[in-house]
């Protein structure tokens, strides 16, 4: 059955909320050589299969069947399904709830939305399956290696102005990382440089040009040829944080990908990256009141 309050879609099924593809103008005969053209990943018996149970409709909520004739300037609704996906043993915390923002504090290897190999294991699909919140949305992202805050919007309605406040940068976000200690500079440390991606498509790197990136960098505390940072980012540039450490001398323990990639196996969970997103702090743009959300995790210092 579909959402009678949101016609135009799926119902969420499992935390999964339904994905969504436009049909342009072409020469297929049909809506279901359409897919099998746009998305190839998934084969023309699957589309068939998901047809016959109902699970592909277009934005009037009708049904898509396998002889249904090609139609354009359509939006086609399906639900994202994997063979196999990667189990994550650890879970996330909400630390707090309203009717407009949520705040999760996310383990380390978790993937904030879909993507990849990844559904159901993922931060976003898990909260909406838990709390049964089928518009929940991130406002940022965090990566897969990274733990701690990530702030969601519970309701479309206010979710542009909270969406706001990280576009116009003000939002104060605050890490932690362990990383090698390097003597003798001095402190506060700060990078402004131009990130973009690699020709490795997970990986980042800095290249000449007009600033995108800033991050200011502190000492906390340092423990033999270790140390715990205060990094303070600016802007939110894609691996931003890892990059800027490993460019500074100080890659972050346990970065498999900066500034060399060294992949541990699927499966391995022994080495997470020692980098925690602390903190975010900013006005409310509704109420106006100060809003300071804290991470309840901590980064275990590892062995030099």
Not at 121 to 137: F, P, Q
């Amino acid at each position: 059955m579909h959402n009678p309050h949101r016609p135009q879609v799926l119902p969420m099924r499992e935390g999964v909320s339904p994905s969504c593809v436009a049909v342009p103008a072409g020469p297929w005969r049909s809506l279901l050589e359409f897919l099998v053209h746009r998305l190839p990943a998934v084969s023309a018996d699957d589309w068939v299969r998901r047809m016959e149970a109902g699970d592909v409709v277009d934005e009037f909520g009708v049904p898509v069947t396998p002889q249904r004739a090609f139609e354009h300037s359509l939006r086609l609704y399906y639900y994202r399904q994997l063979d196999e996906e990667p189990q994550i043993p650890f879970e996330a915390s909400v630390l707090f709830q309203d009717e407009h923002l949520l705040v999760a504090d996310k383990p380390h290897f978790m993937p904030v939305t879909p993507g990849g190999r990844y559904l159901h294991e993922t931060l976003l699909v898990r909260l909406k399956k838990r709390l049964g919140l089928a518009d929940l949305s991130p406002i940022h992202r965090i990566d897969r290696e990274t733990a701690g805050l990530v702030l969601f919007s519970v309701q479309p309605a206010s979710r542009g102005a909270y969406q706001a406040l990280f576009r116009e940068r003000e939002v104060h976000k605050v890490y932690e990382a362990i990383a090698p200690w390097v003597p003798g500079r001095q402190w506060p440390l700060r990078r402004q440089s131009r990130i973009v991606e690699s020709e490795q498509f997970f990986r980042c790197h800095e290249v000449p040009g007009e600033p995108n990136a800033d991050t200011t960098a502190e000492v906390i505390e340092v423990r033999d040829a270790l140390a715990l940072y205060r990094l303070s980012p600016l802007t939110g540039k894609r691996h931003q944080l890892r990059v800027h450490m490993a460019a500074w001398g100080m890659p972050i323990h346990f970065d498999h990908f900066y500034p060399e990639v060294n992949d541990p196996p699927e499966g391995d969970y022994s080495e997470p990256l020692k980098l925690l997103a602390r903190e975010l702090a900013f006005t409310d743009p509704l109420s106006g009141r100060a809003r300071v959300f804290r991470s309840q995790l901590s980064l275990d210092w590892p062995q030099a």
